[in-house]
């Protein structure tokens, strides 16, 4: 079933999480090359693997693109880097897999998004970047950017429940300046990302840059009974088979610039603007003697060019 709608939707690049696959096993379809990054602490007698993440790349993209494997040094997290072979242009797409909150490695999550968060500090210049997956993370009205400061528009939003998971993925958005995909294109994707008989949610996301958006369009969100109805497949598995995870899909316009190095003289005449989080300033801030008498000479030095400016 997998494979043949894999093949209907003529994906490029099909991000995979929780792939349950063992040891150096890989998926294997007929047009694609396998990326992945198995779970390798299981217990030695399961039967599949737990976990793991990957990515199947059409071999077509293998023509046109150098790929190779950027990250995989933290279990959950895989980062491919994608280099155009004509221009040079850089993709880095990254696949998550967070456990969730009742599993029995959920105590993971802060190394977890401090592993990522490197990781966005080390990439984020290089090329257009999106980090997608099942993060087990319900954010409901939650903002992804900070109100007043950033420019951004608001997401429809369809599941209102939050949960930790959610507050730390939001942190997580706001320290790098990225915001979801999800919610920001009208009605295309007013799909929940996860449908069971335990309810609705959503809880995958795909994420970019601020800044980066423009190169993301077409977003939306294919429930697995929709792919099944499209395919023809419908009525073929067990209600028990089928995947409670929908399918997001979205297109990454490459084209649009060139992503070339910025040279020296082109990065000092560049107007750069910095965002601090003051959520979490602490009240002795800047309170100490040394600190507080270096306030008061910088006060005193402004007073003074003040009045030296009016008499002039």
């Known amino acids: 079933m997998r494979a043949s709608c894999i093949l209907e939707e003529n994906l490029d690049i099909l991000a995979i999480a929780e792939s349950h696959l063992l040891n150096e096993e890989v998926l294997n379809i007929d047009g694609y090359t ?63 897999y967070l456990p969730p909150e009742n599993s029995s490695r959920a105590f993971y999550v802060n190394a977890f998004y401090e592993h990522l968060l490197v990781n966005m500090y080390q990439y984020q210049k290089e090329g257009i970047i999106f980090i997608c997956g099942d993060f087990n993370s319900r954010c409901g009205e939650l903002d992804d950017f900070i109100v007043g400061v950033d420019n951004v528009m608001h997401r429809n939003i ?25 919610g920001r294109f009208n009605k295309c994707d ?51 088979c089928i995947p409670d995870h929908s399918l997001l899909i979205w297109k990454v316009n490459l084209n649009q610039s060139s992503l070339g190095v910025v040279n020296e ?19 002795v801030f800047m309170s100490s003697p040394p600190i507080l008498l270096e306030i008061g000479n910088l006060i005193n030095k402004l007073e003074q060019e003040a009045l030296n400016l009016e008499k002039n």
Request: proline share 1%; net charge neutral.
């Open 158 to 182: 369809l599941d209102f429940t939050v949960n930790h998971y959610g507050e730390l993925f939001i942190d997580f958005l706001i320290n790098t300046n990225m915001i979801m995909l999800n």
């Open 265 to 283: 003289n082109q990065q000092e005449n560049r107007h750069t603007s910095y965002k601090f989080d003051l959520k979490n300033v602490k009240n």
């Open 190 to 240: 007013e799909n929940f990302t996860s449908i069971s008989v335990k309810g609705h949610s959503i809880v995958d996301y795909c994420i970019a840059q601020q800044e980066q958006f423009s190169y993301f369009s077409d977003f939306k969100v294919l429930t697995t009974s929709q792919i099944m109805n499209r395919n023809g497949n419908v009525g073929a598995f067990a209600p028990s």
């Open 34 to 96: 396998w990326f992945g990054f198995n779970r390798e602490n299981i217990h030695r007698n399961a039967k599949s693997g737990s976990g793991g993440v990957g990515f199947l790349i059409k071999d077509r993209i293998l023509h046109d693109f150098q790929v190779s494997v950027l990250d995989r040094s933290y279990e959950g997290i895989l980062w491919l880097k994608l280099v155009n072979k004509e221009d040079g242009q850089v993709l880095l797409p990254c696949v998550c």
